[in-house]
């Protein structure tokens, strides 16, 4: 029988830049990718693990979307497993390259492995794959299969998942604002959607970026909002209050970057 690692998840934050940490991914207290890729890097904590698991009697909730399993990368909630993107280029763009195993349950499921690394370039713009990741083969890493005691490494992405420590003010700040955001499908004219959301880069405030669809040509419109509440919850509704209360064909002239 295979021998059964360790697993170990954690935090580092590179520049000095707290709004910006790493996943940071130990196997026996090792980088089990140092040899092979040694200047590569962890993803963001947000894009790993998702956001925060439900917790008290909402996460016991008999509704139809709660009984939808949530898709987290190091999870394999798909019969057969499913192959996600672990670690990426140093440039810190997954599309550059990935270490991507299939991770899989063994029948018994008694342990979780890491089986079949592979590389892709172009494909993964986050940890899981595409659907398009089908249609290529990757290249093969000179990596061993990892196998983890099942109870010990489920325990271990819990646990990281539950952490938010890495999660600073200005995190939280993007997520709330997110959440009030993404719920109405703001539209930005002529038909620009939300993608996604964070603290802006070396300035106070929200970055919005509103985008083509994928088929589309590639078209980015960013948006900066701001607000002068100090707590997070509180500056994020703030700033969707002053967001809708702006006509879309406005945006930009009122909150373009």
Not at 12 to 27: C, R, S
Request: hydrophobic share 40%; with cysteine.
């Amino acid at each position: 029988m295979d021998e059964l690692s360790v697993l170990t998840l954690g935090f580092d934050v590179p520049g000095n830049n707290p709004d910006w940490p790493l996943v940071t991914i130990l196997v026996d207290g090792k980088n089990p990718f140092a040899k092979v890729a040694p200047e590569w890097q962890g993803f963001d904590p947000a894009d790993l693990f998702g956001s925060p698991r439900p917790a008290g009697p909402a996460s016991r909730s008999t509704s139809a979307s709660s009984r939808t399993p949530i898709r987290r990368p190091l999870a394999p909630v798909l019969p057969g497993g499913h192959r996600a993107a672990v670690y990426r280029c140093s440039c810190g763009e997954p599309g550059c390259g990935v270490i991507a195993p299939l991770i899989v349950a063994s029948p018994d499921h008694a342990r979780i492995s890491w089986v079949d690394f592979r590389d892709y370039t172009g494909v993964f713009d986050a940890p899981l794959a595409p659907a398009a990741a089908a249609d290529y083969d990757g290249t093969p890493w000179p990596l061993p299969d990892l196998h983890f005691a099942r109870d010990q490494y489920l325990r271990e992405v819990r646990r990281a998942t539950d952490d938010r420590s890495w999660e600073t003010p200005r995190r939280r700040t993007a997520r709330f604002l997110e959440a009030h955001l993404r719920p109405r499908g703001p539209v930005l004219p002529p038909g620009l959607t939300l993608n996604w959301i964070v603290p802006a880069w070396e300035r106070p405030g929200m970055l919005l970026s509103f985008e083509q669809p994928p088929a589309n040509v590639p078209v980015q419109q960013l948006l900066l909002l701001n607000s002068s509440e100090p707590d997070p919850a509180e500056a994020a509704a703030d700033m969707a209050a002053r967001f809708f209360s702006v006509s879309p064909e406005d945006w930009v002239r009122e909150f373009g970057y």
